[in-house]
Structures are given as C-alpha cells and as structure tokens.
C-alpha cells in the first residue's frame, strides 16, 4: 500500500507541484491550503508524512506542527517544514518545535522528494541503502 503523504500550503501551484513530483514515485497525496484545513486532515486522513508551509492562513506550519506533536496519535508524525521564512531564527524554531527537516523556498522538487524517501525509508526500519528516484 503506497504511502500517504499530506502536503499543506496556502500557494495551490507550489501544492500541485509537490503533488505531481510525489505521485510519480507511487506516493498517495492528501492536500490542504491552509492550516487549520491541514490540522484537521491529518487527523481525518492519518497521513504518514506531512510537507507543511509556515506562511498560511487561520493557523500558521508552526502552530500545525506543535498541534501534531502534542496528540499522541500523531506526535511521532515525520513532518518536513517547507517555507520561505529562512533566516536562522525561523529554521531553529521549525526543529525547536520538533520538524524532521526544514527546507526553504524556492526549492528543488526532486530534492523535496529525496528528503521524504529517506526520512519515510528510515521510519520503515530501511537498510540505509539508496532507492532509485525516477526522474
């Protein structure tokens, strides 16, 4: 069964983007535009990942992911943090509250989805070994 990966940002083209990149490597994706529609997704949908942007309406990444780590349903949640907000103090507090991995905008999708291979391969007990990301 493909794993399911939500992907949360208000930018519906950044969205579809990571959406198209995850699905061409088998990955089921679940979306959502805001973050109080994202908090709500990943209680409805139990992803097995979440690629959140900070910047959104009614409730912002960061909010979102000190929500998923406070229930203990979902607080081992691998998260990664995609956003704009790249000074040090906004990349510290993405792992100060408990995100896997913290990428900044603009970014490399294919990178993107090297980063949820590995942080999803490692979560299944994996060799450490590289898969193959078709292109």
């Known amino acids: 069964m493909p794993k399911k990966i939500l992907v949360c940002d208000d930018e519906r083209h950044i969205v579809r983007l990571i959406q198209v990149n995850l699905e061409k490597q088998g990955y089921t994706v679940v979306t959502a535009f805001d973050g109080k529609e994202g908090l709500e997704k990943v209680k409805a949908e139990k992803p097995d990942m979440a690629v959140l942007d ?78 193959r990301i078709d292109l």
């Open 54 to 131: 900070v910047m959104m309406p009614y409730m912002d990444g960061f909010e979102v992911l000190k929500s998923i780590r406070r229930e203990p349903e979902t607080e081992a949640l691998p998260v990664i943090m995609l956003t704009a907000k790249a000074q040090d103090k906004d990349v510290f507090e993405g792992y100060h509250y408990g995100a896997d991995m913290y990428l900044t905008k603009p970014f490399n999708p294919i990178e993107l989805v090297t980063f949820v291979k590995r942080i999803l391969d490692g979560n299944d007990g994996g060799s450490g070994s590289s898969k």
